[in-house]
């Protein structure tokens, strides 16, 4: 009698269990509507010459997300596009860093708010032979604040460089293990 119990018992456990994970638990997250928007920047075609490189600068656009019934930024907009170097200069140029700000009408850095990422491009580092160039794609944040007012006026670049061309050394320290 104990052992027919128990054998019940563990039947009943066993398909309480099967019913209980075969159960549909499908719970929709509520997510508003949102729209990726893109923004053409004009001219989006830019070639500055600096004294040792030529910058270019092409396909230039503003890519946001926003709520569709709210009409508000839902993410950090980004620069996109193609940014090339070309060495003008008779040494190796090694870039080691490039990093973009964003200026106003009134000449000033449009400043990125607490928590949003700085604005560097990102690449490995890069060896210009003379008369070579460097591409690499561009996808760097937009503060915020700066697509919600339309205040972009320029995009300043900061190009970090060494134009020599590059020398290494190996030296032999002498140790002993004791």
Known sequence: MLKR???IS???LIFIFIFNSCE???EVAETPE???VVVALTPSNQEIKSELFTLKLSDLKIIKTIN???KELTTTPSLKGSLK???NSTNILDIKEITIQYIDISE???PFKDGEKKAKVSFYGANIQPEKDFETTLDVKVPMAAEKEKSINKIRTHVVYIPTPLKTETMDVPVKME
């Open 85 to 87: 170097i070309l060495n």
């Open 10 to 12: 563990t039947m009943g």
């Open 108 to 110: 000033n850095p449009i």
């Open 68 to 70: 569709k019934s709210t």
């Open 24 to 26: 549909n638990k499908t």
């Open 5 to 7: 119990f128990f054998l």
């Open 34 to 36: 949102t729209e990726e």
